[in-house]
């Protein structure tokens, strides 16, 4: 299993940005897969998470209603759409894929049961 990010970059307070993360695990709906950030000196926490058919997703409190995330099953693609971007959205975001083992429910947003990390893109807002 690989997870390759990208879209990452710099960008002032209220822009947008839409991260992307090919993922070479097979077959892809048989996994959750979630975006998590890590802001400097902190722990990485997951932001947004989507069910393996792509029908339900989850949000962090402090992105809910800025970040959408999707994914893209021929292309086993996920993405996170961010808009109206916060200093405090500064970090690096991690795709992440964890077995789709039981319901979907707010433990997709945690660290614990993820099986591959994507090496992490660089978001700075200013």
């Known amino acids: 299993v690989q997870l390759v990010e990208s879209g990452g970059g710099s960008i002032q307070a209220g822009g947008s940005l839409r991260l992307s993360c090919k993922a070479s695990?097979?077959?892809?709906?048989?996994?959750?897969m979630g975006w998590f950030h890590q802001a400097p000196g902190e722990e990485r926490e997951g932001v947004a998470a989507?069910?393996?058919?792509?029908?339900?997703?989850l949000y962090a409190d402090s992105v809910k209603g800025r970040f959408t995330i999707s994914r893209d099953h021929y292309k086993s693609e996920i993405y996170l759409e961010m808009k109206n971007l916060k200093p405090e959205d500064t970090g690096i975001y991690y795709c992440?894929?964890?077995?789709?083992?039981?319901?979907?429910?707010?433990?997709?947003?945690?660290?614990?049961?993820?099986?591959?990390w994507g090496q992490g893109t660089q978001v700075t807002v200013s």
């Open positions: 992440a894929a964890k077995p789709a083992k039981g319901a979907f429910d707010e433990q997709a947003l945690s660290r614990y049961g993820v099986s591959c």
């Open positions: 695990t097979f077959p892809f709906s048989n996994f959750f």
């Open positions: 989507i069910s393996g058919g792509g029908s339900a997703s």
